[in-house]
């Protein structure tokens, strides 16, 4: 079973940029890949989601902000974040969507905007 594990979040200010990479176990390229973030108290919510095909879509609060994209001989997705805002502050998820039915999370990785 794929495993994924995220890294490349930190403390970043307002307007700054980071990427994030979500490193899978083994290939996802018949995986359909997603990056997700949860603040306290609140429901995960999907931002970015790509296609085993390189079909893209963004959350409305990202467009024009974050491009995911996928390298699949090196098994890894990435989220380029830039213009960050405050309210991008979250816990930031990889999730990988295996046959279609089988849902594969990554541990999160912190992302921290201060203004």
């Known amino acids: 079973q794929v495993q994924l594990v995220e890294s490349g979040g930190g403390l970043v200010q307002a307007g700054g940029s980071l990427r994030l990479s979500c490193a899978a176990s083994t290939t996802i390229r018949n995986n359909h890949m997603y990056w997700y973030r949860q603040v306290p108290g609140k429901q995960r919510e999907l931002v970015a989601g790509?296609?085993?095909?390189?079909?893209?879509s963004y959350a409305d609060a990202v467009k024009g902000r974050f491009t995911i994209s996928r390298d699949n001989a090196e098994n890894t997705v990435y989220l380029q974040m830039n213009g960050l805002k405050p309210e991008d502050t979250a816990v930031y998820y990889c999730?990988?969507?295996?046959?279609?039915?089988?849902?594969?999370w990554g541990q999160g990785t912190q992302v921290t905007v201060s203004s």
């Open positions: 999730n990988a969507v295996v046959g279609g039915l089988l849902n594969i």
């Open positions: 790509i296609s085993s095909g390189g079909r893209i």
